[in-house]
């Protein structure tokens, strides 16, 4: 009795073992199999976003749906990858040679990818158009989809810094709340204005340059919108303008103390928390999605503008930064033709107005963000955001990553960082961050 | 290892049918960590020191290059050294710390006392909670105005430091969240203690021994095998630490002036974030060597101080 049970027991665990490693085995092609298949003629096209919830998801499945009807050759399945993971797992499975057909993808890095094998070459479906797709889009965005001559993703949709300022208080210390600054100047002169002052302890800030934007948007906005690599990968970091530009932020720091601005930093919170909302701070330089947190915290009747960034001084241009996302056919992906023809859909006017109109996203379609602005959906508040990011877009840089230096955020950053420790001047901190930076492109070279 | 032991006697008789039968179950039943170890330890540490001579880009390229990527590291990537630097320190400091925390919580958790499994349970549920919740948890706890770290130490008078926004502080925050955690090393302790034969303990009251004599020469002589054993992993561990700074810092950046940018951070923005994989495997290589003489030079120490009963 105990022999035999002993027998079944190991043909049991051998069994069970047999089955988990023809699993593992099989896991990745079991879906290929259905797409090929599995529904007749049809394709079956894996889409990956970190759109996971709201209205982003929502409107995306919208979407997906209205083209899976429109036509009855491709059918669009939609998979949700967490933020944290999305990039890392498509890089895996690109390196795995069994990629998404589509993906949501960075705007910054289409090149790196391009130059890495890591993307479709789309340039030969877009040669085949009638239509000049690139067209549909702003010029800087598409800039970022070439490499060496050929696109490698479209582009879905982007944004752009601006000021948000609570019109409110303006009104109150005698400030016009029709004419916000428009010079750094005059953005300091109003922010020491809207400061409020009790003892040594500041209980309102005006307006801090480094709270939601970076040193390098302020420098990139000195410079007359050179970041710190201009268009032919020079790198121009201790440029006067960009040693100017922190030496400003410097001072701003000096008015309100190291430890005013850690102290409130640390008591940022989000949702009603948050510190526009809730009158800690007047003027706040900020991507302009910003907008869809102020419509779903903010109390009503809250009263508040935008505004492009102030300029250096009058006539060097309210230059802002701004980001994206892309939408991409992953190297090895089976399908590039359906591939190409989901992400054109995906761009078309009417669905970037449909996606802009539900998320509140900045579409990377110009005629789609020119529609938003007048859409009769819209409130005021909305034709104004539509309104102030068409007419940013004109001066918003896009900073894709160099080719020669990808890392070099650490090197800058490090010595931005110094520099606001006190323990380097501007200049020295730039000088030291561009000598860094010339040597890792070298090291790349 | 029955299996091995048998087969070292008989090695030079032919097995019987029985002994082979049983060498192949024997076999059977360790092959999920035979198979385990080559696929994902032996596996990659080959492929990782092959790929650190070439310039590996996950996707398109890996060509030769020979020694460049290690002559790039030491001579030309001051991030490296600054990576190396954190990484010392945080070991350093982090390792005493915890094994002499862990080690003095396990003696007080070791009295006979009404309730002691109560203090037990707390003091090791830190170490059962990890990862993220954890991190996001204590940069509340740090936070220089409503912390509770600093409003605690204001009622001594104490202004306490920015913590994670002050590059002088960033790394003695993460040792101090990091002892907050010793629970799990605590436990190994308690249950080594709790062996050591209790007649020692009393000839030694007989012959008047203090019970600070009593703990420095029999308690801690009897758990050195098993400081020595929390030593060796822990300082593995702590060379190994990412998770921490990629968390509590602004995306995974490095902290305020690279503070907190330890070495295997750097290997992940190496790897995937400029795609220099190549360079990333031959840094891994680097560290391997590093925690190799280490551990190393710990098993040769051992004898001086290890005491086995």
């Known amino acids: ?445 | 290892m029955a299996t091995t032991s048998t087969s070292k006697q008989n090695k030079k008789k032919r097995w019987t049918k029985k002994q082979k039968k049983d060498a192949w179950w024997g076999l059977l039943f360790v092959s999920p960590f035979i198979i385990g170890f080559l696929i994902f330890m032996l596996g990659p540490m080959l492929f990782s020191f092959i790929g650190s001579f070439t310039n590996y880009n996950l996707t398109s390229r890996m060509e030769f290059i020979g020694l460049a990527n290690f002559k790039r590291m030491f001579t030309q990537d001051e991030l490296f050294w600054k990576s190396l630097y954190n990484t010392a320190y945080y070991v350093i400091l982090n390792v005493p710390l915890t094994a002499v925390g862990s080690v003095l919580l396990a003696v007080l958790l070791n009295q006979r006392m009404r309730g002691i499994s109560i203090f037990r349970t707390i003091f090791y549920l830190p170490a059962i909670l990890s990862g993220v919740a954890v991190y996001v948890l204590w940069m509340q706890l740090l936070s220089p105005t409503s912390g509770l770290i600093n409003t605690v130490l204001s009622w001594f008078n104490i202004q306490g430091p920015a913590w994670l926004f002050d590059p002088v502080w960033t790394k003695p925050a993460l040792i101090l969240m990091k002892l907050w955690s010793v629970g799990g090393a605590m436990l190994l302790y308690l249950a080594t203690l709790q062996n050591v034969p209790k007649q020692l303990y009393e000839s030694a009251e007989i012959d008047g021994a203090s019970s600070f004599k009593r703990f420095y020469h029999i308690t801690l002589p009897m758990i050195t095998p098993i400081i020595f054993y929390d030593v060796i992993t822990s300082t593995i561990g702590a060379f190994q630490i990412f998770q921490e700074a990629y968390v509590m810092t602004d995306s995974g950046k490095g902290g305020p002036a690279n503070s907190l940018l330890f070495y295997n951070l750097h290997m992940w923005n190496k790897a995937f974030v400029a795609f220099d994989m190549g360079y990333a495997m031959a840094m891994s290589m680097i560290l391997f060597i590093i925690v190799l003489v280490l551990t190393f030079v710990n098993l040769k120490l051992a004898p001086r101080w290890v005491h086995y009963s």
């Open chain 1, 1 to 445: 009795m105990v022999k035999r049970n002993k027998k079944w027991l190991s043909l049991g665990i051998t069994a069970s073992m047999a089955l988990l490693l023809a699993a593992c085995g099989n896991g990745g092609s079991t879906n290929k199999d259905n797409a090929d298949g599995g529904s007749g003629d049809k394709v079956e096209l894996e889409f990956w976003s970190f759109w996971g919830s709201g209205m982003r998801r929502d409107a995306v499945e919208d979407i997906i749906k209205d083209f899976n009807k429109s036509q009855d050759h491709i059918e669009v399945k939609y998979v949700y990858q967490p933020w944290g993971d999305i990039w890392t797992k498509s890089l895996a499975s690109i390196a795995a040679g069994d990629p998404p057909d589509v993906i949501v993808q960075d705007i910054n890095s289409v090149q790196q990818r391009a130059d890495a094998k890591q993307a479709t070459n789309l340039q030969e479906y877009l040669d085949k158009e009638d239509e000049d797709i690139s067209s549909r889009f702003y010029p800087q965005l598409w800039d970022t989809v070439m490499y060496e001559d050929d696109a490698y993703a479209l582009p879905f949709n982007t944004d752009t810094q601006v000021l948000f300022y609570n019109k409110d208080m303006f009104e109150e210390v005698g400030l016009d709340p029709e004419n916000p600054p428009a010079t750094w100047d005059e953005l300091e002169e109003a922010a020491h204005k809207l400061d409020v002052k009790k003892g040594n302890n500041f209980e309102r800030i005006g307006f801090y340059p480094l709270w939601n934007l970076g040193a390098d948007v302020w420098a990139l906005n000195a410079d007359h919108g050179t970041s710190w690599f201009d268009k032919d990968g020079n790198v121009k970091i201790n440029t006067p303008e960009k040693v100017e530009a922190l030496d400003w932020v410097l001072k701003q720091q000096d008015y309100y103390g190291r430890d005013t601005i850690n102290n409130h930093e640390a008591e940022f919170g989000s949702g009603v928390a948050d510190p526009f909302i809730s009158g800690l701070v007047g003027i706040r330089a900020q991507n302009i999605n910003y907008y869809t947190n102020l419509l779903e915290n903010a109390p009503d009747g809250f009263n508040y503008g935008v505004a492009p960034l102030p300029e250096k001084e009058e006539g060097s241009g309210h230059w802002s930064w701004g980001g994206g996302f892309v939408l991409e056919a992953p190297y090895g992906a089976e399908h590039p033709e359906e591939s190409y023809e989901f992400m054109k859909y995906m761009t078309s006017p009417e669905v970037q107005e449909k996606f802009g109109l539900n998320s509140f996203d900045i579409m990377a379609n110009e005629e789609a963000n020119e529609n938003l602005k007048e859409h009769p959906d819209l409130d005021d508040k909305g034709h104004m955001i539509y309104d102030m990011a068409h007419k940013n877009l004109e001066q918003t840089v896009i900073t894709p990553i160099p080719l020669e230096a990808p890392d070099y955020t650490e090197l800058v950053n490090g010595q931005l960082d110094e520099a606001m420790l006190g323990n380097k001047s501007a200049k020295e901190a730039l000088d030291a961050a561009q000598k860094s930076v010339e040597d890792l492109v070298e090291q790349h070279k």
